[in-house]
């Protein structure tokens, strides 16, 4: 499944304005429930925290991958947010992360879960597509990078 199948432009926060892990995830939600009126912010938020104590999504190089399982969804949702400064995210390497994608899927969907998230690491680990969401200049530029990206790899 391409990210561009479900992410939109829409979906993307230039700069986030959170200072912490959970607002991070209050802040990538927000774009997430825009989508899926049905689903409970505060719900996904909690669902993701959980998750989050089983291991920090922060993977390192500056980057964080949160994820999690929801009841009742009928499609994959993914958010990307951005913060130049940085934020404390607990990552691996205990260094601040400066890109966010937010992976929301339904409950029962193991293998296109793990496809996705296969599919978001493998695009993270190219420094140079990590440098230019760093430096794009406008949400269509960061949206026009990932999928561009997306549509060349195979996973």
């Known amino acids: 499944m391409k990210l561009s199948q479900i992410m939109e432009e829409d979906d993307i926060i230039l700069e986030l304005k959170a200072s912490n892990?959970?607002?991070?995830?209050?802040?990538?939600?927000?774009?997430?429930?825009?989508?899926?009126?049905?689903?409970?912010?505060?719900?996904?938020?909690?669902?993701?925290?959980?998750?989050?104590?089983?291991?920090?999504?922060?993977?390192?190089?500056?980057?964080?991958?949160?994820?999690?399982?929801?009841?009742?969804?009928?499609?994959?949702l993914l958010s990307f947010g951005r913060s130049k400064k940085g934020i404390d995210y607990e990552a691996i390497d205990n260094k601040p992360v400066h890109l966010f994608f937010l992976l929301v899927a339904p409950e029962n969907s193991s293998g296109l879960h793990l496809q996705i998230l296969a599919r978001i690491a493998k695009l993270l680990k190219n420094s140079k597509f990590r440098k230019r969401l760093i430096e794009a200049k406008t949400k269509k530029e960061v949206y026009q990078i990932i999928t561009e990206a997306d549509e060349e790899i195979s996973v």
Do not use: Y
């Not at 719900?43 to 998750?51: A, D, G, N, P």
């Not at 989050?52 to 009841?71: Q, S």
């Open 21 to 76: 892990k959970k607002e991070v995830l209050e802040e990538l939600s927000e774009v997430i429930c825009r989508h899926e009126p049905s689903l409970d912010k505060e719900k996904l938020v909690q669902v993701l925290m959980e998750r989050e104590k089983l291991g920090t999504t922060g993977i390192g190089d500056g980057i964080a991958i949160p994820h999690g399982k929801v009841e009742g969804l009928k499609n994959p």
